[in-house]
Each structure stands twice: as C-alpha cells, then as structure tokens.
C-alpha cells in the first residue's frame, strides 16, 4: 500500500511512469516451524515410547567400580573372580563365545549350589523355632521368583548382571541371588553367607501375619487334631445385631474351662473358624516364643 | 501445607525391602555429577570435585560416582537408586557447600521423594495393637454374672411421663406458688 502511494506519488512528481516494483513479502512468524514440529510430533507418537536402554550401555559406566560397590554396599568381602562368575550367566557366555570366541565361567554350577544351602539354611533355622507346617509355609514363600527377584534388585543386581536378555527376566534376578550367596560362601565361608541370607530373605517375613501365608481353610479341625487328647467346646460368649447387617458374634473355644483362644466373625461358624486361628496361634506362641 | 501442593502425588513415607531390620543398605546405587568445565554457572560444582568429592566417595564405598563434564552445559546431579528411581538436581550457580548438602540428602533418601507430598511424618503398617474395636471391648464386668432374663435391665431406659403425672405435677407447681404468694402477703 505504503510503496504504491510513494511510487504515484513519485510519478505524478516527476511526470515520468516506473514499471510497478516487485516486491518480496518478509514474514517474521515462521510458517514452517509448526507444522514441522507437528509431523515430528506425530511420528515419534507413532513409533511410541522408546525402548529402555541397559544402564551398561551409557557412557558413564565402569564395571569394575559398579562390582566393587556392590560388595562394599553389602559389606560383604568376595572374591573378585567368585563374584564375576556369579554374575555371568550362561546365556551371556555362550553370546560371547559365539561373538569373541572367549569363554568365560558362567554360574549354572553356582546357582544350584546357592540353592542348595538357602533350601538348607531356611530349613534348619525355622525348623528350631517353628512347626513343621508352618516351616514349609515360610519357605515356599520365601523361595518364590518373586521374592527372590524382589530382593535382588533391592541390593542393586538388576544392572550388573550379564545376561543375553534384557529387561532382565525375574527367574535370571532370582538365580542371581542364589549364585550370589554361593559366592559369599566361596569367599568368606558358610557363616557369612548364612548371616547374608538371614539379613536379606528372612527378614522379608517382617510385618506378614502368619494367616496370610497360611491358609487353613478347616482351623477348628486342624486344633482338634492339634489336641487330640482334649475336649474342646465352642462357647458361644457374645452376640448382637442378630439378623441385621451388623450382626457379629464371640466365639470362645474352651477345653476343661480353661480359654484357649476367642474369634469374632458375621456368623457363628467364622467366629468359631477365627476363634480356632487364635487358640493355634497361642499354643505354637507358648510352645516357641516368636523371636 | 501451601495452596500448590493440594495436586501433588500424596504418599507415605516408606523403606524399600525392609531396609535395616537384618542390616542397612544404602540406597543410592550410582550418582552422576555433569558439569562444564569453564562455564561459570559450574564453578561450585567444580569447586566441590577439587576438594570434597574424594572423601564423599570413600566414606560411601557402596555408591559409585561419574563425573561428566561436557561443554556449556548446565551443572547437573542425577541419583540412581536401588529401586530404579532418577532423580536430576540442577545445580546451576550452587556454591560448593550447597552441593556437598545436596548429595548428602540424595544420599540419605530411599527414592526419589520430589513431587511426593507427604501425607504424614510417620507411617504404621499396625495402627492399633489393642485390634479393632468390638461392642464387647468396653463392656461394663457386672453383666458377666447376672442371670437373664433380668427385670431391673429389662426396663426401658426413658419412659415419657403419662398425662395424668404431668397434670399432677402442674397442680403440685402451682400449689406451691400459692403458699409462697400467701406467705409474702403475710410478712
């Protein structure tokens, strides 16, 4: 506008006629700039999220430092070639041998051993304070993969384990463990490795109510077998709210007027089944006081 | 608890893996120090590897520290911990003591506690260790030995006075205004 007012201007000034000048439009707002960041956008929504990376992958990572860390983190002494056996599996030693031609020790042997004294260890320590049943109950679920993993990645295994695949599986975190404790073993005696395991697995069982590991779906049959010489005699001590939603009854159970143990529950026969937890759980207590 | 924490995440605090019933493990796995080496905004940083961080690193054998210098890029702290939780700290123009601070909270935490409000100071898995409270909990002793069915407590407990009582009490009031009335006339 501004340009053609100057140039008629200009022409009726000087009396002459200028060809139209042709202009260039100069735009500050880059155009581009969104739909670009908008394909970008797009495409990168396409592909989704990306892959995670092993930490051994980044710049900033030193084997050696992370191994030693790891004892030190424990306050564990290992041997260092123990310990480097232990961590490599033998899915990564065979991918080595296939790439490089170098073999390496892999901890198949070490692992079974691992297995061996924990299985050994768990055992023997509860058998000392514990009956029978409840011994299996705590150990089997002690020795889940789960909770093998889950410990193992809380003292820092998951990224300085060699292994072929990656995330690392939960069976690989838990046969780690197990090699683990068979190298704290090599290295500084079964002691050790005992107190290790005691200081890492055993100590998972803190807080857990035995019931919720133990399921006894007949309580009241399992006591009377428990006390097979004994009468036992469900009470019933208190009720209230019959027939409404609330309702809630006191089962005790006695044998020769002497309490054994008391349960609620919505109904008289939960009251009886809860009340036949608490007598079990009073006599193993008196038997073995829980340490 | 100001006004912008209300959509934070809330949560409780907590210790991954029964950490320190059997024995204590330190949580920070690795911590990664970036900074530029002349950059200004580095210099405390910087200041803090000349002189502190080799101490840092033998009294916490169990955590492993890189450092990254990279070119006129911000000074940066990055924590790893054991339960796979980062956390990045920038440390633009900190002195060296700020980040000696710095570390030594990353050092002490369990996971990343930024953006968490916390609910509590404290957290109990057992709230009560008397149980949950029963009809039966505080019940008055006496009722144990009383033989039912009991007329004493058989009894309603309030009963609303019939119209006849409450006609009679009102002659009863008004009786007794008259024979205060006749002994004020009299006096």
């Known amino acids: 506008m501004y340009r053609q007012g100057f140039s008629t201007l200009i022409t009726q000034c000087l009396k002459i006629s200028i060809p139209a000048i042709q202009q260039t439009e100069r735009r500050y707002i880059k155009r581009w700039v969104a739909p670009t960041l908008r394909e970008l956008q797009r495409r990168r929504d396409k592909i989704g999220p990306p892959k995670p990376e092993p930490r051994s992958s980044y ?49 198949s042997a ?40 889950h410990v193992a990645t809380h003292i820092g295994l998951k990224d300085i384990i060699l292994c072929a695949d990656f995330p690392v599986e939960a069976t690989t975190l838990a046969n780690t463990f197990a090699s683990i404790v068979a190298a704290l073993e090599i290295s500084s005696g079964k002691e050790r490795a005992e107190k290790f395991i ?72 939960i009251a009886k089944h809860t009340a036949a937890l608490d007598a079990i759980q009073r006599i193993y207590n008196k038997r073995s006081p829980l340490s | 608890m100001s006004n912008s924490h209300l959509f934070m995440k809330s949560g409780f605090i907590k210790t991954p ?21 002349n950059n ?44 796979g939780e980062r956390q990045y700290v920038n440390c633009h123009n900190y002195t060296s003591e700020e980040v000696s601070k710095w570390l030594n909270l990353l050092r002490t935490q369990a996971g990343n506690n930024d953006n968490i409000r916390l609910r509590k100071l404290w957290h109990t898995d057992h709230p009560s260790i008397q149980g949950p409270w029963t009809p039966y909990t505080f019940r008055e002793p006496a009722l144990n030995l009383v033989d039912f069915p009991n007329e004493e407590l058989s009894k309603p407990l309030y009963v609303e006075p019939s119209a006849t009582e409450k006609l009679l009490e009102i002659f009863k009031e008004q009786q007794r205004n008259l024979n205060i009335l006749e002994k004020n006339q009299r006096e």
């Not at chain 1, 004892?71 to 490599?88: I, M, P, Y």
């Not at chain 1, 079974?112 to 089997?140: Q, R, W």
């Not at chain 2, 893996?17 to 080496?37: E, H, T, W």
């Not at chain 2, 916490?60 to 940066?76: D, S, W």
Request: proline residues 2%; neutral net charge; hydrophobic residues 35%.
């Open chain 1, 59 to 107: 710049l900033e990572w030193n084997y050696d430092a992370e191994i030693f860390a790891f004892s030190k983190r424990l306050g564990e002494v290992f041997k260092e070639d123990v310990l480097r056996q232990a961590l490599t599996h033998r899915s990564y030693s065979l991918k080595q041998e296939e790439q490089d031609g170098i073999q390496t020790d892999d901890n």
């Open chain 1, 110 to 149: 070490l692992i079974e051993k691992g297995y061996n004294l924990i299985t050994s260890y768990l055992k023997e320590e509860f058998a000392k304070k514990y009956p029978d049943v409840l011994v299996g109950v705590l150990y089997d679920h002690l020795i889940t993969t789960e909770m093998l993993a």
């Open chain 1, 198 to 269: 005691n200081d890492i697995l055993v100590v998972q069982l803190n807080g857990k109510d035995v019931y919720d590991l133990w399921k006894l779906n007949d309580a009241f049959g399992y006591l009377k077998t428990m006390l097979k010489d004994k009468d036992i005699e469900p009470r019933l001590c208190n009720q209230s709210g019959a027939s409404t939603i609330l309702a809630n009854y006191q089962v005790g159970l006695y044998s020769n007027k002497q309490l054994l143990g008391i349960g609620f529950g919505e109904t008289i026969n």
């Open chain 2, 17 to 37: 893996g029964q950490n320190g019933v059997g024995r204590y493990i330190c949580q920070l796995q690795r911590v990664v120090l970036k900074f530029c080496k």
């Open chain 2, 40 to 83: 200004g905004s580095s210099r405390g940083l910087r200041d803090f590897i000349e002189k502190e961080l080799v101490d840092f690193a033998k009294d916490n054998p169990g955590t492993v520290v890189y450092l990254k210098p990279r070119r006129h890029r911000a000074p940066v702290i990055i924590a790893e911990y054991l339960n």
